[in-house]
């Protein structure tokens, strides 16, 4: 079950404050933050949780990828909260 964690609570490392770990495994489009093993270890079995329920191309994507400047991610913020969430295109 993808929502069997959503309300752990636990400390960000990004945002610097305590978020629910379903913001955490959804935060990048669906997919989970780049940090989530760093922040969720101590907590639960993340690394079997990742396995289990998100495909190898899917984990390459986020672990693999070359992370975002903070310019762009504060871009990409400003542009949801415009577009009220929803994806422009």
């Given at each position: 079950?993808?929502?069997?964690?959503?309300?752990?609570?636990?400390?960000?490392?990004?945002?610097?404050?305590?978020?629910?770990?379903?913001?955490?495994?959804?935060?990048?489009?669906?997919?989970?933050?780049?940090?989530?093993?760093?922040?969720?270890?101590?907590?639960?079995?993340?690394?079997?949780?990742?396995?289990?329920?998100?495909?190898?191309?899917?984990?390459k994507?986020?672990?693999?990828?070359?992370?975002?400047?903070?310019?762009?991610?504060?871009?990409?913020?400003?542009?949801?909260?415009?577009?009220?969430?929803?994806?422009?295109g």
């Open positions: 079950m993808i929502d069997q964690y959503d309300n752990e609570e636990g400390y960000c490392r990004m945002l610097g404050h305590r978020l629910p770990f379903k913001y955490c495994r959804s935060v990048n489009d669906g997919l989970p933050c780049r940090k989530v093993m760093d922040c969720w270890f101590d907590v639960f079995p993340v690394l079997q949780f990742l396995s289990d329920n998100f495909s190898e191309e899917e984990l994507s986020i672990f693999c990828a070359e992370p975002k400047t903070r310019m762009v991610s504060l871009i990409e913020i400003i542009n949801k909260v415009k577009t009220g969430g929803q994806e422009e």
